[in-house]
Structure formats: structure tokens, C-alpha cells
């Protein structure tokens, strides 16, 4: 499997200058921030609801659309995948607890 996260960046990336009849991806970003954030909440919530069903064709068909759905948001407010993993890598110098506990106590 070679298609990674940051191949689905791009792809938005190169969408978002398509005329919005013709991309999803343009349609959504034309509506601005507000919209692109409500269809990533309608999304997460259709994945909550499939992984507490269990079904596994449903978990990864919206898991994708969340991916998906999370990289235009993030795309409508000028974030990128970098930044966030950025933030990630900075957070693997501690466990989640320790990280947790020093927020509990600090
Ligand atoms: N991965 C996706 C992807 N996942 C989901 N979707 C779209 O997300 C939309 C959401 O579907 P829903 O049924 O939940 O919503 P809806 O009822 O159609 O919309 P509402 O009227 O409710 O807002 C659908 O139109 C899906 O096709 C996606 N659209 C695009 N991509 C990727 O983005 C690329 C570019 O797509 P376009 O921008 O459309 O060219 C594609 O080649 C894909 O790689």
C-alpha cells in the first residue's frame, strides 16, 4: 500500500482549484470554514456510530471519509498535515499519562 496521508493532501490540495461543479473537494471549501467543519462533525459522528456497531466494511468506509473530511477542514483553515504532525512528534517524547498527569497537576 503506497497511498499515505500526505498523497490524500495533495490530491485535496490540487481539487481545491477546481471549478466547485466539478469537485466535491472545491464545493466544500467554497462554503468556507464553518461548513467544512459541520460535514467533518456529520462524518466523525457516522464513524462513532459504526465502530460502536462493530461492522468492519462501515468503520473503514467512514474512517476514510473522516480522514478525508479532517484534511479540508484543516485545508479551510490554513492547517496542514506538517503541522499537525509536527505536534505529533513532539508529543512522543512523554507517555499520554505522563502527559495527562502533568496536565492534572500542573
Ligand atoms: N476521499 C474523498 C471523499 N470521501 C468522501 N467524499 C465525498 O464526500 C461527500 C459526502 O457524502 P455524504 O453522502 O455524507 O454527503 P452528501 O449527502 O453528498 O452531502 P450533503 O448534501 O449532506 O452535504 C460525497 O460527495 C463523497 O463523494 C470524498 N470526496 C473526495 N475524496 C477525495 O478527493 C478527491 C477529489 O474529489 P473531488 O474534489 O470531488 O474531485 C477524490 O479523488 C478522492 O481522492
Known sequence: MTFSLAD???????????PPEQSWTARLLAGG???AAKKFGEEA???VIALAEGERPPIVAEAADVL????VALRSRGVGLDDVMLELERRTAQSGLAEK???NHG
Do not use: D
Open 101 to 103: 498527569a502533568s496536565r
Open 45 to 47: 459522528v457516522e464513524l
Open 8 to 18: 490524500l493532501e495533495a490530491r485535496v490540495a490540487e481539487r481545491a482549484e477546481a
Open 68 to 71: 478525508y473530511h479532517l484534511l
Open 33 to 35: 470554514p464553518p461548513r
